[in-house]
């Protein structure tokens, strides 16, 4: 005026203002027009806007670096604004703050961006009418700042908006059943050359209805306990839907040791075939290649070496977690971190073990060795 995943997310709706008429004057006199609205203007905050603070105002005002205390990376960020007050006074740019920074003289201490040039002319007024018709922001959009390298694929994309045939969002439904649930929306774009460009991040992408489901970052999630909606995606003058379903949203369900073990150790690359996965594992410790067996995997992992490997009495000792964490060596290196979602599922899976195990039975050895009931 670098940031990980992601900063927290407030959703603002934001309404144009309006003038009333002067009631001293003559009943006859017509009131003063409305601000006009984005569309009227022919600002899309997408295509027009954010690339500009992208690019231009969030190297200083990311998560990651707060200059002069003001965040720009949501609605709720600008609104707040810094130690010089509100960046943003919706419907009048002559007197939001990022507009008074901008179009200070270029030798000026306080210009913004103080690097890289002040804004193009044309940049300035793409702000003030966007501001002047109401500073329509999508809902859940959280602004990330684009490396030069980004800025230079974004550049592209735009100039290859105009050729843009079609875009869909997959999968094409979506359905979340328990609270745990969740799943990576991606939005695909088809352009006339037949080529196709994942979209997803520069779109405008929103849950029609927030209060059965919402989106955290790229990711839906359920809020509801049932109900319907749409996902919607905007892009360059076209908008597609998908529909979503969800069920059971509030209520948890038993930990799965094929459905949150099993991909945590293909995400930390445990079971390929030059770790565990081998034909004679690594180490003493094999797994069945790409998890091609989860019923084998739970054997192995639960049943041999019992009392390291798995740990009940200290689950966060358990070598299977320190070998993964890289608290203690390993020969594969560290997995993930401590704190990851990885490492958090894990510690889910053993609490669940440790509470749940008889104390006449092995740790975690499911009555039918065939037929685990843990998955």
């Given at each position: 005026?670098?940031?990980?995943?992601?900063?927290?997310?407030?959703?603002?709706?934001i309404t144009s203002l309006g003038f009333?008429?002067?009631?001293?004057?003559?009943?006859?006199?017509?009131?003063?027009?409305?601000?006009?609205?984005?569309?009227?203007?022919?600002?899309?905050?997408?295509?027009?806007?954010?690339?500009?603070?992208?690019?231009?105002?969030?190297?200083?005002?990311?998560?990651?670096?707060?200059?002069?205390?003001?965040?720009?990376?949501?609605?709720?960020?600008?609104?707040?604004?810094?130690?010089?007050?509100?960046?943003?006074?919706?419907?009048?740019?002559?007197?939001?703050?990022?507009?008074?920074?901008?179009?200070?003289?270029?030798?000026?201490?306080?210009?913004?961006?103080?690097?890289?040039?002040?804004?193009?002319?044309?940049?300035?007024?793409?702000?003030?009418?966007?501001?002047?018709?109401?500073?329509?922001?999508?809902?859940?959009?959280?602004?990330?700042?684009?490396?030069?390298?980004?800025?230079?694929?974004?550049?592209?994309?735009?100039?290859?908006?105009?050729?843009?045939?079609?875009?869909?969002?997959?999968?094409?439904?979506?359905?979340?059943?328990?609270?745990?649930?969740?799943?990576?929306?991606?939005?695909?774009?088809?352009?006339?050359?037949?080529?196709?460009?994942?979209?997803?991040?520069?779109?405008?992408?929103?849950?029609?209805?927030?209060?059965?489901?919402?989106?955290?970052?790229?990711?839906?999630?359920?809020?509801?306990?049932?109900?319907?909606?749409?996902?919607?995606?905007?892009?360059?003058?076209?908008?597609?839907?998908?529909?979503?379903?969800?069920?059971?949203?509030?209520?948890?369900?038993?930990?799965?040791?094929?459905?949150?073990?099993?991909?945590?150790?293909?995400?930390?690359?445990?079971?390929?075939?030059?770790?565990?996965?081998?034909?004679?594992?690594?180490?003493?410790?094999?797994?069945?290649?790409?998890?091609?067996?989860?019923?084998?995997?739970?054997?192995?992992?639960?049943?041999?070496?019992?009392?390291?490997?798995?740990?009940?009495?200290?689950?966060?000792?358990?070598?299977?977690?320190e070998k993964a964490v890289g608290a203690?060596?390993?020969?594969?290196?560290?997995?993930?971190?401590?704190?990851?979602?990885?490492?958090?599922?894990?510690?889910?899976?053993?609490?669940?073990?440790?509470?749940?195990?008889?104390?006449?039975?092995?740790?975690?050895?499911?009555?039918?060795?065939t037929a685990p009931t843990a998955m």
């Open positions: 005026m670098k940031s990980p995943l992601r900063a927290s997310l407030f959703t603002l709706a009333a008429a002067d009631p001293a004057a003559p009943a006859t006199a017509p009131a003063v027009a409305a601000a006009p609205t984005a569309a009227a203007t022919g600002i899309d905050f997408v295509r027009d806007v954010q690339p500009i603070l992208e690019t231009k105002c969030l190297e200083c005002h990311n998560p990651n670096k707060i200059k002069g205390k003001l965040l720009m990376d949501s609605a709720a960020a600008l609104l707040k604004g810094g130690s010089d007050g509100p960046a943003l006074v919706v419907g009048k740019p002559d007197d939001s703050e990022m507009i008074k920074r901008v179009i200070l003289p270029k030798d000026h201490d306080d210009i913004m961006p103080p690097k890289g040039g002040p804004l193009a002319a044309k940049e300035i007024d793409v702000l003030k009418r966007w501001i002047a018709a109401g500073a329509q922001w999508p809902q859940n959009l959280t602004l990330q700042y684009k490396t030069p390298e980004q800025r230079q694929a974004l550049a592209e994309l735009q100039k290859k908006l105009p050729t843009l045939k079609n875009i869909q969002i997959l999968p094409d439904k979506y359905s979340l059943e328990t609270k745990r649930d969740f799943h990576r929306v991606v939005v695909l774009a088809t352009f006339q050359d037949a080529t196709t460009k994942d979209v997803t991040n520069v779109c405008d992408l929103r849950v029609a209805d927030s209060k059965v489901a919402a989106l955290d970052g790229l990711t839906l999630k359920p809020v509801a306990d049932a109900g319907s909606t749409e996902i919607i995606a905007t892009l360059g003058g076209q908008t597609v839907k998908a529909a979503v379903e969800v069920k059971n949203g509030t209520k948890d369900r038993a930990i799965s040791f094929r459905l949150d073990c099993m991909p945590v150790f293909m995400r930390g690359g445990c079971n390929q075939g030059g770790c565990h996965g081998a034909a004679r594992g690594k180490d003493g410790f094999r797994t069945s290649l790409f998890g091609m067996d989860p019923a084998g995997d739970y054997i192995r992992i639960t049943r041999e070496m019992p009392g390291r490997r798995i740990n009940l009495a200290i689950p966060e000792e358990s070598s299977l977690i203690v060596p390993h020969s594969g290196n560290q997995c993930f971190e401590p704190d990851s979602v990885y490492n958090k599922k894990s510690s889910r899976a053993r609490s669940s073990w440790k509470a749940k195990t008889p104390r006449s039975r092995s740790p975690c050895v499911p009555p039918t060795p």
